[in-house]
């Protein structure tokens, strides 16, 4: 099994700055190196949507358009644990944050695509 674990979140005020990191534990934690790895938040009310994506060795990003330019996704493969840089935090980004593991090597915008979740980390961004 794999286990994902969230950290990073918190509150912070508009403009500012936050890391998420998701570290990968578990008996097969070191096989999610081979996989995609995703980012995705829920915020009250609203389904969870995507936030950015990452292949297998970093080759390929995407992000939602309205982050785009301010979060940064990237990963450490040795360490099995995959980071969220986001700089020019918005009162729009509130939500609760979740990391996850694809089921095949690309990066991946569909939750589809993904078969271990985490528990979640909350971002909450004042005005």
């Known amino acids: 099994q794999v286990q994902l674990v969230e950290t990073g979140g918190g509150l912070v005020q508009a403009g500012n700055s936050l890391r998420l990191s998701c570290a990968a534990s578990?008996?097969?934690?070191?096989?999610?190196?081979?996989?995609?790895m995703g980012w995705f938040r829920q915020a009250p009310g609203k389904e969870r949507e995507f936030v950015a994506t990452?292949?297998?060795?970093?080759?390929?990003?995407n992000y939602l358009d309205s982050v785009q330019g301010r979060f940064t996704i990237s990963r450490d493969r040795v360490k099995n644990t995959v980071y969220l840089q986001m700089n020019d935090l918005r009162v729009e980004d509130t939500a609760v944050y979740y990391c996850?593991?694809?089921?095949?090597?690309?990066?991946?915008?569909?939750?589809?695509?993904?078969?271990?979740w985490g528990q979640g980390t909350q971002v909450t961004v004042s005005s």
């Open positions: 996850a593991a694809s089921r095949s090597a690309a990066a991946s915008t569909s939750t589809d695509m993904y078969r271990y």
């Open positions: 578990g008996s097969y934690a070191r096989t999610i190196s081979n996989n995609g």
């Open positions: 990452i292949s297998w060795n970093g080759g390929a990003t």
